[in-house]
């Protein structure tokens, strides 16, 4: 079992920064594709930004350029800046936790860009 646990959401002006965290629990964590997703309200949760154990990573397209994800295997973490943040950015962001068996989802933290 791992335990997944984000933090660092809040409020945010347009064109604001903010970072948000995600630890993992496990010796693996090395091992793991850790992935940060979002669901706004009345959307369907999406893909935000997914980094492999090779430090490989992909994004969607409407963050290219102002989101980067990031790991740190010594703290069992992943990190995920986001720049120039727009009010359609605004949703609750899931960190994803994707082993060989099974993935896990941490319990969200919400994200509100806003003037």
């Known amino acids: 079992q791992v335990q997944v646990v984000e933090s660092g959401g809040g409020l945010v002006q347009p064109g604001g920064s903010l970072r948000v965290s995600c630890t993992a629990s496990?010796?693996?964590?090395?091992?793991?594709?850790m992935g940060w997703y979002r669901q706004a309200p009345g959307k369907q949760r999406e893909l935000v930004a997914r980094?492999?154990?090779?430090?490989?990573?992909n994004y969607a397209d409407s963050v290219k350029g102002r989101f980067t994800i990031s790991r740190d295997n010594a703290k069992n973490t992943v990190y995920l800046q986001m720049n120039g943040l727009k009010p359609e950015d605004t949703a609750v962001y899931y960190c994803?936790?994707?082993?060989?068996?099974?993935?896990?989802w941490g319990q969200g933290t919400q994200v509100t860009v806003s003037s």
């Open positions: 994803n936790c994707r082993t060989t068996l099974r993935e896990y």
């Open positions: 496990g010796s693996a964590f090395s091992f793991y594709t």
């Open positions: 980094i492999g154990s090779g430090h490989n990573t």
